[in-house]
């Protein structure tokens, strides 16, 4: 029998990809007031040209209501379909998929406050499922293959989906089954009103890794709801990414076991994502572990055209050395790609005097920095 690899083709809905992988979303802070730049246009056409099979696009928030972030994309309006039309034609162009991440940054409502989860009314979750309604409509219309449902990293929906958030005793909290009931109402929402074709995944924690937080059992029984429900595919990822110190060979793959344990109580196709550096590394998920697609951020950073090299015969491990400085850059650049050095890169990482002042206020979580497991690269 033959070796699966992450040069496979494949399909989901009826679409093909060239290969296995996807280009995980990944912050960026290009937008310009929540639109599309040119730059943007730029960077993900030359992801696809770098051979990259699927693409998501970075943290877009599909809420009207939502907070912003500055640089982040905003997909809500008529008026953002153009700017969106021109990223989806370039990346077409060079053959790849295109997926919308639908997002919201935290559980805000209508007046544009934000509030705990279990101060939300039910009519507060119909509007945010409405929300998600709208904003794949605009995304057919946009021209994506699909749309992933943002549910990690403690943003708005993971906080639906955490108990260290969500203590509500109704319909939408009180047990796993029953805090997963707003991303499977957005699920069947979606579906209502796109065509057959189009390819609705999910990002989901596999634990929060903080005490009280959302539990490996947690994650298991919500996303076999969701795989019974129809979603297309789940991408494993956790509270705690862009762990320094990768190493390939040695650390790789640190939501492994979580993504194995899912494939055994489900056929439904599963992106693993988090400290993914070598071919070998990959492959070996592929074939054995059957996990179907591998989904990369940091390494895409460091090398768009990684895929391409692969392909070509270089097969040497990617570039990225985890130190996590991207998160310190303009634009989140790889300090590598830069022109930078190593020692360079440890340097911005460990001293936090050197990162943008504009972002300082959101290198913290809802936990104490010293005890932080949260995706913002908390010093240890």
């Known amino acids: ?92 162009d060079c053959g790849s998929l295109i997926f919308l991440q639908a997002a919201m940054l935290d559980t805000f409502v209508p007046s544009g406050r934000a509030v705990p989860v279990n101060a939300l009314t039910l009519s507060d979750f119909a509007n945010i499922a409405e929300a998600y309604k709208k904003a794949a409509i605009l995304a057919v219309e946009a021209g994506y293959d699909g749309l992933q449902i943002h549910g990690a990293h403690f943003f708005g929906l ?18 796993a089954e029953r805090r997963a009931k707003i991303v499977l109402d957005i699920l069947q929402a979606v579906r209502l009103v796109v065509p057959n074709d189009f390819i609705i995944l999910i990002k989901i924690n596999c634990s929060d890794f903080t005490e009280g937080g959302l539990s490996e059992s947690d994650f298991l029984t919500t996303s076999l709801l969701l795989a019974n429900a129809g979603i297309d595919a789940i991408e494993v990822s956790g509270n705690y990414t862009s762990r320094p110190h990768i190493r390939a060979g040695v650390n790789e793959a640190y939501f492994r076991e979580a993504a194995v344990a899912l494939r055994q109580i489900t056929t439904c196709p599963i992106l693993l994502v988090g400290g993914l550096r070598s071919l070998d590394r990959m492959n070996a998920l592929v074939d054995q572990d059957d996990i179907t697609y591998v989904s990369l951020s940091r390494p895409l950073l460091c090398e768009q055209n990684l895929i391409a090299r692969w392909q070509a015969g270089d097969t040497r491990p990617a570039r990225c050395i985890s130190c996590n400085s991207c998160y310190h850059t303009e634009h989140h650049q790889c300090i590598l790609h830069k022109g930078g050095k190593e020692e360079d890169a440890w340097d911005l990482c460990s001293n936090r005097s050197r990162r943008p002042a504009q972002w300082r206020p959101f290198f913290r979580c809802h936990k104490n920095e010293n005890s932080c497991h949260c995706h913002y690269g908390h010093p240890r």
């Open 1 to 92: 029998m033959r070796m699966k690899t992450i040069f496979d083709a494949t399909t989901l809905r009826g679409r093909t990809l060239k290969n296995r992988v996807f280009r995980s979303a990944t912050w960026m802070g290009m937008a310009e007031n929540g639109c599309v730049t040119d730059e943007i246009v730029s960077m993900y056409q030359k992801l696809a040209q770098g051979q990259v099979g699927g693409i998501l696009t970075g943290f877009t928030s599909v809420v009207p209501w939502d907070g912003e972030l500055p640089g982040a994309l905003r997909f809500f309006e008529p008026e953002h379909v153009k700017g969106h039309k021109r990223l989806t034609r370039a990346v077409h």
């Open 158 to 175: 993971s906080k639906c989906l955490s108990p260290l958030c969500n203590q509500r005793n109704d319909t939408y909290g009180g047990s």
